[in-house]
């Protein structure tokens, strides 16, 4: 489980993983610096829909970014 959310306060980021979402963002950055690419992040895909925490707001897409 993967969850992206915009806290309380409207200026952080706060990103909520199980064990088998620290692998799965493991493999999509793994990803990202092989193939130098950008790779999104997807409600209902890749993150998940409901709230880790039910004060923040969603995040319904994020999108990793290679920079060279």
């Given at each position: 489980m993967i969850?992206?959310?915009l806290d309380e306060s409207n200026e952080g980021?706060?990103?909520y993983l199980d064990a088998e979402g620290v692998d799965e963002l493991i493999s999509y950055?793994?990803?990202v610096k092989a193939?130098?690419?950008s790779f999104?992040?997807?409600a209902g895909?890749?993150?998940q829909e409901n709230l880790a925490n039910?004060?923040?707001r969603g995040i319904k897409h994020a999108k990793l970014v290679f920079l060279e």
């Open positions: 969850s992206v959310e980021l706060e990103i950055l793994t990803y193939n130098k690419e999104h992040l997807t895909n890749e993150l039910e004060s923040n």
